[in-house]
């Protein structure tokens, strides 16, 4: 899949029980496919879900907040950009 919203769809078309974790994609910019955390669970208005874990915030550690590096963020939002245009 291109996204953890296209894995959603697919999956759910199929009747297959659908589950948040890891799943591979491969968007079409993307030479390899890479392992990312799909929530699959929260649903959007339209009753649907597939949303792409690209942070995480823990008020409990010290340091660095945020778990995402430059290069994810990039990503993802690049991801997040095509969505909306293809969309």
């Known amino acids: 899949a291109t996204t953890c ?24 910019a993307a ?9 699959m ?3 959007t208005k339209d009753g649907k879900s597939g949303w792409t874990l690209c942070g995480k915030y823990d008020r409990e ?7 995402f590096s430059s290069s994810l963020l990039f990503l993802f939002l690049f991801l997040f950009v095509l969505v909306l245009f293809v969309e």
Do not use: H, I, M, N
Request: charged share 30%.
């Open 5 to 28: 919203k296209a894995a959603y769809d697919y999956l759910v078309d199929r009747l297959v029980s659908v589950q948040s974790g890891p799943y591979w994609l491969k968007p079409a």
């Open 31 to 39: 030479r390899e496919p890479f392992e990312v955390w799909c929530d």
């Open 61 to 67: 550690r010290a340091g660095a907040r945020y778990s």
């Open 41 to 43: 669970e929260t649903k």
